[in-house]
């Protein structure tokens, strides 16, 4: 579940503020945030029950269910960013 959250993250955050417009058009058109914010949501939702699941999947939890959603979200948002990291570099690399 914390993959699809993070892809689904990915998703959103590319189609909502990294997908451009054709030449002359503004930037956040009306269908383009549409199926951006949709795929935010259900990330947070996702990674959100992937953390309840992980609280209620140990016998003895010794985080609160709100400090595992935070990590769960947290460690999203730094895979992601990790991956792009690497994926600079490696394009660099390349080049």
């Known amino acids: 579940m914390f993959l699809a959250g993070t892809f689904a993250l990915s998703y959103g955050f590319a189609e909502t503020f990294l ?12 269908d383009r945030v ?12 996702i990674l959100c029950l992937a953390g309840w699941l992980f609280t ?6 010794k985080r609160r269910l709100s400090d595992t959603i935070t990590y769960c979200i947290g460690g999203a948002v730094i ?4 991956l792009i990291i690497i994926a600079a570099v490696y394009q660099k690399g390349r080049s």
Do not use: H, M
Not at 34 to 45: E, R, S
């Open 56 to 61: 209620r999947a140990s016998t003895n939890p």
């Open 34 to 45: 549409l199926f951006g914010l949709l795929p935010l949501a259900t990330a947070i939702l």
């Open 19 to 30: 997908v451009p417009g054709t030449p002359g058009e503004t930037f956040f058109q009306k």
């Open 79 to 82: 895979t992601i960013w990790a």
